[in-house]
């Protein structure tokens, strides 16, 4: 059995095909993303980091991809969604969390499941690999229309048209504080949230304001106006002998 670190593969330019499975190797997860590839068997080993090595121009024959069991983490990259060739996928107890990308059509064979993967809803597509795997509809997204439905819906995982697939970033404005909730709430006058899957509203900054709930952008103090404090709802109108002449001030000028 193979022990220490991975070895160098990227001076291997004409490498097909690398099997190093079942050893207990270690280290980072190798950037192979410029060999031209076509199967790689890294199951049971100690590889750790992410998976963004696989984004590369070499890797478009790539047809098995075998990461199961290591300590592989962070999101799985987009870039496999463009890998037309690939039709093994095993990614299986590793620590991958984020949204997950869709799948090549040619994949047949795959393993997403793992105790200590955290994928977030919506799931991309209805790909059965989906039934395999749980994800969260988590704090800044919302699930319309219709209760949860969660991991606990079905053993292995939920395969129905349910919150897994409609999860919704909580619109501008709005913010959502816990997982699987049904509703976004409001950002409260004087507050604003201008991106989308917010999950708190900031004060409004010096010089702006609003007097309105679900504010997105807080607007400028108009000419005439100003303050100095945030989470301001109204601007206060400037006092005799002083001014603004433009908008967005925070003191009125003398």
């Not at 190093?20 to 192979?32: A, E, K, R, T, V």
């Not at 607007?219 to 206060?236: H, I, L, R, S, W």
């Amino acid at each position: 059995q193979l022990t220490g670190a991975l070895p160098e593969l990227s001076a291997l330019t004409a490498l097909q095909s690398v099997d190093l499975s079942y050893n207990s190797l270690s280290g980072d997860m190798p950037d192979l993303g410029e060999m031209p590839l076509q199967n790689i068997y890294f199951t049971e080993n100690h590889i750790k980091g992410s998976l963004v090595g696989l984004d590369g121009a070499g890797m478009v024959d790539l047809e098995d991809l075998y990461l199961e069991s290591n300590s592989l983490n962070g999101s799985i990259p987009e870039a496999i969604t463009y890998l037309d060739t690939l039709e093994h996928l095993y990614l299986g107890y590793n620590f991958f969390t984020g949204f997950l990308p869709v799948l090549p059509s040619a994949v047949s064979l795959y393993s997403f499941f793992g105790p200590n993967t955290s994928f977030l809803c919506p799931f991309p597509d209805d790909h059965a690999a989906w039934t395999e795997v749980d994800c969260t509809c988590s704090a800044g997204w919302y699930c319309p229309h219709n209760p949860p439905a969660s991991y606990f819906d079905a053993a292995f995982g939920s395969a129905i048209a349910g919150c897994e697939y409609n999860c919704t970033a909580c619109p501008v404005g709005t913010i959502g504080t816990q997982n699987w909730q049904s509703n976004c709430t409001e950002c409260e006058v004087g507050k604003h949230a201008p991106y989308e899957a917010s999950t708190n509203c900031d004060n409004c900054t010096a010089g702006n304001y609003t007097n309105h709930t679900g504010t997105a952008i807080c607007p400028k103090c108009p000419k005439g106006k100003a303050t100095d404090t945030e989470g301001t709802v109204n601007c206060e109108s400037c006092s005799k002998g002083f001014y603004a002449d433009v908008a967005g001030l925070e003191v009125c000028l003398s």
